[in-house]
């Protein structure tokens, strides 16, 4: 699965998953696309250890198998 991501500048790229935790750890992204649209990495609720914003959502990763 590629993610659409836009840099400062406005330039836009196609990016994995792996890729895109990277950009968001050094902070070199503006915004991404997710399901429901565009989202400004100032302003939404992400997960992992990019600071400590914690999110307050519904969970959409996939479920291992058991």
Do not use: A, T
């Given at each position: 699965m590629l993610?659409?991501?836009e840099y400062a500048d406005g330039e836009r790229h196609?990016?994995?998953p792996h890729q895109l935790n990277r950009l968001l750890s050094y902070d070199l992204i503006e915004r991404?696309?997710?399901?429901e649209g565009w989202v400004s990495v100032r302003d939404a609720a992400?997960?992992?250890p990019r600071g400590s914003l914690e999110y307050d959502g519904p969970e959409r990763r996939a479920v291992?198998?058991?």
């Open positions: 993610i659409r991501v196609l990016v994995r991404f696309e997710r399901s992400l997960r992992g291992p198998f058991s």
